[in-house]
Structures are given as C-alpha cells and as structure tokens.
C-alpha cells in the first residue's frame, strides 16, 4: 500500500515492511492487533486495515473474528499515525462451514461500495458488505457463501468483471508445497446463476440493479437431483424482492450468450492436472466404494467425465430440463426474520400453488453397503509429500440414535483441529505432518453414515 511516496505491507503478527522503492524493504511498518493475514485500502484520505484474529486451526479452531480499523497514515514517524478502535465486521463459531480469517477488501469503482471477502478451506469463502465511511459491517448485511476449496481471497475489478483470486493447494511445507492461486469471475460481485441471468422481461443488468437497490441476493445451487434457492433482502424490501425474484425463476430467458459463458467457464475451473497425492487419494477410494453406474447423479467425480459431459451440453438440454422438472409441487419452504406473515403468504399463493413439474418427483437414495478391508496404495506424480487417507462406511443416519454419540467421536478425533487428539499427536506432539482432517457425513434421509 502507498502512502505519501513510501510503500507499506503489513503481515501475520503485527508488524510490517517499508519501502521507498517497491523493491527493497525493510522492518518498521506497525499494526497493532496482533491476528493474521491482514489487507489495506485507501479510501478518501485514510486507510482502512482489516485482519483476522484467531482461527485457522490455531488457537481457537475455527472460532474465529475479523477486526478492521482506520489510520490517516501508515508511517509510523508521522504525526496523523494513529489507529482508531478495531470493530469487528465478520465472525464464525467454529462449527458452521466458514473459517472467518485471510479478509480481502474490495471498493467497487463503480458504485463506491466496500466488499470484504474471507475464508479458507474450512467451508466456504464468503462476501459481506461494509460501510466505506465507518468500516463496520453495513446493518443487516449477512455474508454471502461465494467460493470453496481455496484461502487468503482478494478481489478485483476490471472491465466490467470482478475477480475473485484464491490460494489453493497446500503451504507451508518447503519445496513440498504445492501452493497455486486460482481466479475466478462475474459480472455480480455476489456471482451470478443460468437462471438468474435473465428472464423474458429483465435482463441481467436489470436485475443486478434491482438487487443492489433492495440491497438483496438471491442464489441458486444444484443439490442431488434439485435446486437450493436463497433468497435475502433487508426486510422492507423483502416481500417485493422475493416476488420479483420468483417471476424470474418462473420465466428465465436462458441466453445462449449467458450458457456459453458459464459452459466455458467451467470448462476452464477443469483444465487442471489432478496429480495432487490428496486428489489422487481421493478419486482412488471413491472408485473403490463406488455403488453407481456413470450417468447416476449419485456417482462420484471423475474430471474426464465431467469435461465430456460439460462439452457435449446444450442450451436446449438446460431448457428442456428446466421445462420438465422445474416446480414448486415437492419443495419445502421456510422464510425466517421480520417479514410480514400475510404478504408473504399471499405471495407463495400466487406464485407457487400452481406451480408443479410435469414429470413426477422421486428423491435419490442411498444404501448401506459392506466392503472388504483394504489398503490401498497409489503414487501420485507430485510425490514430494505423501496423503493417507482412511474410510469406514457405517450404518447410520442423521436420525438414528447412535447419531450424536459419532458426532461427538468425531469431534474429539480430529474434527476440532489442533485441539483434538489427531491434532496433538501428528503434529503438535511428534510433528509428522502438516495438515490433517477427521469428519462424519451422516444421510439426512437413510441409514448411511460415512467417517
């Protein structure tokens, strides 16, 4: 960050650099606070600072807070350095999937508005909005979940585009780190969906408009064989945001300039080797369980399938699908904080009563299935570091009575990070390894657990 002729970077700890140049550097940059992973931006004639405190696996898990602060300037000689009081804008609790650390602060050139991005590996990468005059989070703003299965996010605009980079693979370990920074982009800071790209009356900059101006987002996401739909808006506008987001769903456009945007999109996000050990292990072991047929929405990843699959795909299909499965006849609905109960109802009567798909719906299931015991061993073309990785199939769902007694198990094995035993024995105590994970994914629905 430049301020008046000197460069300055801040980094884990609190302390920073200095440089009259960009290129030689020196100790003597100060940001109190202490935390992690912090991020400055100028806005006006003063700087706004934004670090993470705790979480990451350390200290507290993933309880875990986001603090920003403002200073008139960044040289510690001058007589305007001094920090204001830190307000914290983003949290999480350690147990919901986000990780709320590595902050990256965005002010949108094209509206003045301030965007803050954080996460990392454990769950999803969020979005929240502050206020550019304050730093504090904008009432009512909640985060948005835009990104996984990367960490320390920044974001970007150019040319009408917003970038959203994130490190991926793994630190840390010398030459055996694979660490690589991976880039996506929308024309919505919030990201954007096939369906929410336009309808037969709005176009997509008519709706991001109308979003921006009920401060609202509205996302939709593939789950098994249906669609998870949320919609958010400040609650004085939530009724009409939830209507006029409804006639979009209900009559989306399905551009083809649109379709082959995000077709290539995801074309690219593939174009990468999976020699990874972690990804190699992975694939191994889900070919190993694997119970489906290629085709089955059920089956696992596999890249080259997926590339074939994404290459052979029409904007027809996506029509057509739409036309035969899209309704409202199996879903379930819930609408939680200050609404009006009668406007809404009314609402869901004209929009969705009739709304049902002409094809008949049937939820996919699973099945409990015994397997051998196995070891298994795959090299990997990165073989500089190794990944184990170990899995127990088990006969119990998210109801069943034996449920929170895993749960618990879990958490005590490795699911609570450093803190738990896999965490004090591998790394803390003999220091064998860098990362670790233990987890349980039980079935909403069947008796099917897997740890």
């Known amino acids: 960050?430049?301020?008046?002729?000197?460069?300055?970077?801040?980094?884990?700890?609190?302390?920073?650099?200095?440089?009259?140049?960009?290129?030689?550097?020196?100790?003597?940059?100060?940001?109190?606070?202490g935390g992690a992973a912090p991020d400055a931006i100028k806005i006006g004639d003063r700087y706004l600072i934004a670090y993470g405190n705790s979480g990451g696996g350390l200290n507290g898990g993933h309880n875990a807070h986001i603090f920003t602060m403002w200073n008139k300037s960044l040289d510690p000689q001058s007589p305007d350095f001094k920090f204001t009081e830190p307000v914290e804008v983003a949290s999480s609790d350690g147990y919901e999937d986000n990780d709320a650390i590595d902050p990256g602060l965005l002010l949108d050139p094209t509206s003045g508005r301030l965007w803050m991005s954080y996460g990392t590996y454990f769950?999803?990468?969020?979005?929240?909005?502050?206020?550019?005059?304050?730093?504090?989070?904008i009432a009512g703003n909640k985060p948005v979940d835009i990104a996984i299965d990367c960490e320390a996010t920044d974001l970007i605009y150019r040319d009408g585009w917003y970038?959203?980079?994130?490190?991926?693979?793994?630190?840390?370990?010398?030459?055996?780190?694979?660490?690589?920074?991976?880039?996506?982009?929308?024309k919505n800071i919030l990201g954007s969906y096939l369906l929410l790209r336009g309808s037969?009356?709005?176009?997509?900059?008519?709706i991001i408009d109308h979003s921006i101006a009920a401060d609202g987002q509205a996302t939709v996401v593939?789950?098994?064989?249906?669609?998870?739909?949320?919609?958010?808006?400040?609650?004085q506008h939530f009724t009409e945001y939830f209507n006029y987001i409804l006639s979009i769903l209900q009559h989306p456009s399905f551009e083809q300039s649109q379709f082959d945007l995000i077709k290539s999109q995801s074309l690219a996000s593939l174009n990468r080797p999976y020699t990874e050990p972690e990804t190699v292990a992975g694939l191994t072991?889900?070919?190993?369980?694997?119970?489906?047929?290629?085709?089955?929405l059920r089956f696992h990843f596999e890249p080259e399938q997926v590339k074939q699959q994404l290459q052979s795909a029409t904007q027809a299909q996506v029509e057509q699908l739409y036309r035969q499965f899209m309704g409202f006849n199996h879903a379930q609905l819930s609408v939680t904080g200050d609404f009006d109960v009668a406007q809404i109802r009314q609402v869901m009567n004209q929009k969705l009563a009739t709304w049902s798909s002409s094809a008949p719906y049937q939820r996919l299931?699973?099945?409990?299935?015994?397997?051998?015991?196995?070891?298994?061993?795959?090299?990997?073309?990165?073989?500089?570091?190794?990944?184990?990785?170990?899995?127990l199939l088990l006969p119990v769902g998210m109801d069943d009575a034996d449920a929170p007694a895993l749960q618990v198990l879990s958490y005590i094995l490795g699911d609570s990070q450093l803190s738990s035993r896999l965490g004090q024995e591998l790394r803390e105590k003999n220091h064998l390894v860098y990362g670790f994970s233990s987890g349980l994914d039980l079935d909403l629905h069947d008796s099917v657990g897997v740890s």
Not at 288 to 295: D, F, H, N, P, S
């Open 285 to 296: 072991m889900s070919r190993i369980v694997e119970q489906y047929t290629a085709g089955d």
């Open 123 to 137: 769950g999803n990468i969020r979005i929240v909005e502050l206020d550019p005059k304050t730093g504090d989070r």
């Open 200 to 206: 037969d009356q709005q176009s997509l900059q008519q």
């Open 1 to 33: 960050m430049e301020c008046n002729g000197k460069y300055y970077t801040f980094g884990t700890g609190g302390g920073g650099l200095i440089s009259e140049d960009g290129w030689n550097w020196k100790s003597g940059a100060v940001r109190p606070g």
């Open 365 to 391: 299931s699973s099945k409990y299935q015994v397997y051998p015991a196995q070891q298994v061993h795959v090299q990997a073309e990165q073989r500089e570091f190794g990944h184990y990785q170990g899995l």
């Open 163 to 186: 970038y959203l980079l994130g490190t991926h693979g793994t630190c840390c370990d010398g030459v055996n780190s694979t660490y690589n920074i991976v880039v996506g982009r929308s």
């Open 222 to 235: 593939s789950q098994d064989n249906g669609l998870e739909i949320q919609i958010r808006a400040n609650k």
